[in-house]
């Protein structure tokens, strides 16, 4: 999930979700913190037995994705260079390598990847950046095979059913035709949106509400925080939950963790 901040996070409730949940593994976006930052704020969950693999933003403050664990991973892979190699095809322009918006990990013949798709603005540099992620991640997603879950905030609102306010956000990042086009491309390629599987006629479920206004409190919300899941994993998922604060003064970030069980 992303916690806007892995060392506010920590210091308004996150860790105690933590010691709750009964996840074995945690994907984590926008720590927006060193791998030295993000040991310390979750220094208590890492003496409770979490396993903490990171990467760290280039750009200071911005993004940084990890991964806890119940256990430590039989091997990592950081940034989109490494991943691409994996993969056997192009490494790209080496953009993204650094900046710590992916990460994968292996478990007993299953890839867990954490990702955080940057979040665009319409008719600015940011928006752009988002296009060379996409084009640039898309590919290397295309090319996976294996047992392979790909968790994150993807920053896009696929359809209709995915953001409450649809019809005054058709120009705004995150809702643009070419973003939602990108989506349905990994879908055509054999990704399964596992959560819209599991709810497949319902208005969300919701998982990212601004901190403006009373779009909590309203259930004004995104969908934008996805597992996209290929191979026979895609096929175990039995189970998805929003787990979505009581109250606006409980929440311990702007997003809300997905957790998808698995048979």
Not at 83 to 103: N, V
Not at 176 to 197: H, K, N, S
Request: proline share 4%; with cysteine; charged share 30%.
């Amino acid at each position: 999930m992303n916690v806007n901040g892995v060392r506010a996070a920590t210091g308004k409730g996150m860790l105690a979700w933590l010691a709750a949940t009964e996840a074995d593994v945690v994907c984590l976006q926008e720590t927006r913190a060193t791998d030295e930052q993000t040991t310390k704020a979750l220094a208590p969950a890492l003496a409770d037995g979490w396993w903490l693999t990171h990467a760290e933003p280039e750009a200071k403050g911005r993004a940084g994705v990890g991964i806890l664990s119940r256990r430590e991973p039989d091997s990592v892979r950081i940034g989109l260079g490494q991943s691409r190699e994996f993969g056997g095809i192009e490494r790209g322009s080496g953009e993204f390598d650094a900046s710590g918006r992916y990460l994968e990990a292996d478990f007993d013949g299953v890839t867990v990847a954490s990702v955080y798709v940057p979040s665009g603005e319409v008719g600015t540099p940011r928006q752009d950046e988002k296009y060379r992620f996409m084009g640039e991640f898309g590919p290397y997603l295309k090319s996976r095979t294996g047992e392979f879950v790909v968790c994150g905030d993807w920053n896009i609102a696929h359809t209709e059913l995915d953001l409450k306010n649809w019809r005054g956000n058709m120009k705004s990042a995150g809702f643009l035709p070419q973003e939602r086009a990108w989506i349905d491309e990994l879908l055509d390629a054999g990704y399964r949106d596992v959560v819209r599987e599991l709810h497949p006629d319902e208005a969300g479920p919701y998982s990212w509400w601004s901190y403006r206004g009373r779009a909590f409190d309203n259930d004004a919300g995104w969908r934008i925080d996805y597992q996209m899941a290929r191979g026979e994993i895609a096929s175990r998922a039995k189970q998805a939950v929003v787990e979505r604060a009581d109250s606006y003064d409980q929440r311990w970030s702007d997003h809300a963790p997905v957790a998808v069980q698995y048979r």
